[in-house]
């Protein structure tokens, strides 16, 4: 299956376009809704003050409650817009936005508000499509679960990289905040309290696991698994890296630490360790599939920047008005997770057809 989503942060809505979905497959409609709440804003002062609905309308490819077979179409309406906040920053380029690389690539005709089609708004299409493709790979066993790494200095626990349960997975899917140590997260709200006190904003890291795949899925070379997660990774705005078991931490280590010892016991090969994170030459190898995400600092500060306005290529200062998330990390969870279903939806041997 591959997905196409549209719309703009500020425009009437956004929506996603499914293709390649098996046909006969009855969509839990209140999974589904619950998987859509878990990326909401909570009004809770670690996210923006912007509350939408966000209840996705499906227009093609279901037909009394089964897809048919044919391009799924949902749209989600926005419902909760104040364009006339960009109306004097329209041309200010905001740092660190796409707010200039899409003025040059659509020769200025891109939407500025919010970041249109850029912004962060657009990830809740994403988890609409990626909750239709957890539903199906779930019915194969297969489970996806994530937490909260690192939010600034603090840091939660690491998964048990060889030993990660379906039922934490599960049960993480059940927190707004998701982390393993619960003081951990305590700590990681107060920082994001802090932040957004001074006008700042905090970035992070997401772990994400998956349970209950087989070895053999995947193949070598340009569309190995690490390449087809990280391409949906990236998709996700404010992804700015990608590792998969130990990651950056294997440069620190000899063979001899890093290689995973393998045995025969009940049945099949298992690894005595998982630094790799269940992924070698490019195929998954039975062991849970564990990788690690970063994402940037929310761009959209309440701090005068220097910038350039568009309109007269000249320097100029900016002040960002709007709504928006001090950290993303407690909303990103289940857009992460969402990815991760789509793309071992793709992926030679995954794919629910």
């Given at each position: 299956?591959?997905y196409?989503?549209?719309?703009?942060?500020?425009?009437?809505?956004?929506?996603?376009?499914?293709e390649?979905?098996?046909?006969?497959?009855?969509?839990?409609?209140?999974?589904?809704s619950?998987?859509?709440d878990?990326?909401?804003?909570?009004?809770?002062?670690?996210?923006?003050s912007?509350?939408?609905g966000d209840?996705?309308?499906?227009l093609?490819?279901?037909?009394?409650?089964?897809?048919?077979g044919?391009?799924?179409?949902?749209?989600?309406?926005?419902?909760?817009?104040?364009p006339?906040?960009?109306?004097k920053?329209?041309?200010?380029?905001?740092?660190?936005?796409?707010?200039?690389?899409?003025?040059?690539r659509?020769?200025?005709f891109?939407d500025?508000?919010?970041?249109?089609h850029?912004?962060?708004?657009l990830?809740?299409?994403l988890v609409?499509?990626?909750s239709?493709?957890r539903?199906?790979?779930?019915?194969?066993?297969?489970?996806?679960?994530?937490?909260?790494?690192?939010?600034?200095?603090?840091?939660?626990?690491?998964?048990?990289?060889?030993?990660?349960?379906?039922?934490?997975?599960?049960?993480l899917?059940?927190?707004?905040f998701p982390?393993?140590d619960p003081?951990?997260g305590?700590?990681?709200?107060?920082a994001?309290?802090?932040?957004?006190?001074?006008?700042?904003?905090?970035?992070?890291?997401i772990?994400?696991?998956?349970?209950?795949?087989?070895?053999?899925?995947?193949?070598?070379?340009p569309d190995?698994?690490?390449?087809?997660l990280?391409?949906?990774?990236?998709?996700?705005?404010?992804v700015?890296?990608?590792?998969?078991?130990l990651?950056?931490?294997f440069?620190?280590?000899?063979?001899?630490?890093?290689?995973d010892?393998?045995?025969?016991?009940?049945?099949r090969?298992?690894?005595?360790?998982?630094?790799?994170?269940?992924?070698?030459?490019?195929?998954?190898?039975?062991m849970?599939?564990?990788?690690q995400?970063?994402?940037?600092?929310t761009?959209?500060?309440?701090r005068?920047?220097?910038?350039?306005?568009?309109?007269?290529?000249?320097?100029?200062?900016?002040?960002?008005?709007?709504?928006?998330?001090?950290?993303?990390?407690?909303?990103?969870?289940v857009?992460?997770e969402?990815?991760?279903?789509?793309a071992?939806?793709?992926?030679?041997?995954?794919?629910?057809?």
């Amino acid at each position: 299956m591959n997905y196409q989503i549209f719309g703009e942060s500020h425009g009437p809505g956004i929506g996603v376009v499914i293709e390649g979905l098996p046909s006969g497959v009855l969509l839990d409609m209140e999974e589904i809704s619950r998987q859509m709440d878990r990326r909401r804003a909570k009004n809770d002062g670690l996210s923006t003050s912007r509350i939408e609905g966000d209840v996705p309308e499906i227009l093609s490819g279901v037909y009394r409650g089964r897809t048919t077979g044919t391009p799924l179409c949902a749209v989600i309406r926005n419902e909760n817009t104040r364009p006339e906040d960009y109306a004097k920053t329209a041309m200010l380029a905001r740092p660190s936005h796409g707010d200039y690389a899409g003025f040059v690539r659509y020769r200025g005709f891109n939407d500025p508000r919010g970041g249109g089609h850029f912004s962060g708004r657009l990830t809740a299409p994403l988890v609409f499509a990626g909750s239709i493709a957890r539903q199906i790979l779930r019915e194969k066993g297969v489970e996806i679960g994530a937490h909260i790494l690192q939010i600034g200095p603090v840091e939660d626990p690491s998964f048990d990289l060889k030993d990660i349960p379906p039922e934490l997975l599960r049960e993480l899917q059940k927190e707004a905040f998701p982390v393993l140590d619960p003081a951990a997260g305590e700590e990681m709200k107060a920082a994001i309290r802090a932040a957004r006190l001074e006008g700042d904003s905090l970035g992070g890291v997401i772990q994400c696991a998956v349970s209950g795949l087989p070895a053999g899925i995947g193949e070598p070379g340009p569309d190995c698994v690490e390449s087809v997660l990280s391409r949906q990774m990236f998709a996700v705005p404010a992804v700015k890296g990608v590792s998969f078991g130990l990651g950056f931490g294997f440069a620190g280590r000899r063979g001899s630490e890093a290689n995973d010892p393998m045995r025969f016991e009940d049945g099949r090969v298992v690894c005595l360790s998982n630094n790799n994170g269940g992924i070698t030459g490019g195929i998954t190898n039975g062991m849970p599939l564990v990788f690690q995400v970063v994402l940037k600092p929310t761009p959209s500060i309440a701090r005068s920047q220097q910038t350039v306005d568009l309109s007269t290529m000249k320097n100029a200062p900016v002040l960002i008005h709007g709504r928006h998330d001090p950290c993303i990390l407690s909303r990103a969870a289940v857009v992460i997770e969402s990815a991760a279903a789509l793309a071992l939806a793709e992926l030679p041997g995954g794919d629910p057809a």
